[in-house]
């Protein structure tokens, strides 16, 4: 089975600080995701990658930028971070073009303080 | 605009009831659509996934959906609910405009079963 991994299940942060979120997949999946999760508002894309150093905004790429040196690794970076960006954090992975399933990992709960 | 929307923000039923959870879609063309499951403390789980063909598919853990043109909806049905399908599900589509495989996700529905 596919293993997403993400690197923290809990995280506590201060405003301001520069936040480094790790994901690594082991199953060679071109594409690579970052979802933020909150209350209502269901999941929203920040950033995907479709092959190593690439990388395209998502719908709320604000606040985020990413890194894919790696095939297995996709970063999510928070250059400064802000109270609004306490949120779940999901990483997920799939093989490339449309109709492939998201593997995703358990996420990580971001709190800035 | 383009958007996915599930009505339904909680849903309670009793254990052996049926459910359907509602799932509504807007785009121009038919997009691809899927199923999630997201059980507490873990990450999204697929249950079920329309491309083309049958418009009623089956999925793991008993459930299946209906896609229904006319109607621009995808909603997921099962005849009897187990304790342990209390989680929240997550109805996505792929738009197809793109290769990339991204999904946009409804708001989600949070499924409490009663005993």
């Known amino acids: 089975d596919v293993k997403v991994t993400q690197s923290s299940r809990y995280l506590v942060k201060r405003t301001g600080e520069k936040v480094f979120l790790e994901c690594v997949q082991d199953m060679d999946h071109e594409n690579m995701f970052w979802y933020r999760q909150d209350p209502g508002l269901g999941l929203r894309l920040i950033y995907f990658?479709?092959?190593?150093?690439?990388?395209e905004k998502g719908d709320i790429p604000e606040g985020y930028s990413v890194s894919r040196e790696k095939k297995e690794r996709f970063s999510l970076i928070l250059e400064s971070a802000s109270t609004n960006q306490t949120s779940m954090y999901l990483c997920?992975?799939?093989?490339?073009?449309?109709?492939?399933?998201?593997?995703f990992g358990s996420g990580t709960q971001l709190s800035v303080l | 605009a383009q958007s996915v929307t599930q009505p339904d923000i909680h849903i309670t039923v009793s254990e052996g009831a049926s459910l359907e959870l509602r799932c509504n879609y807007s785009y121009g063309a038919t997009p691809y659509l899927f199923w999630y499951v997201q059980s507490p403390g873990q990450g999204l789980q697929l249950l079920l996934k329309?491309?083309?063909?049958?418009?009623l598919v089956q999925g793991i853990k008993g459930f299946e959906a209906e896609f229904k043109r006319s109607q621009s909806s995808f909603n997921l049905r099962k005849p009897s609910v187990h304790w342990s399908d209390a989680a929240e599900y997550f109805c996505a589509v792929d738009p197809r405009s793109s290769n990339t495989g991204k999904l946009i996700f409804g708001q989600g529905t949070t499924l409490q079963v009663k005993p």
């Open positions: 990658s479709y092959d190593v150093k690439m990388k």
């Open positions: 997920a992975s799939s093989l490339s073009g449309g109709q492939e399933k998201l593997f």
């Open positions: 329309y491309f083309s063909g049958d418009t």
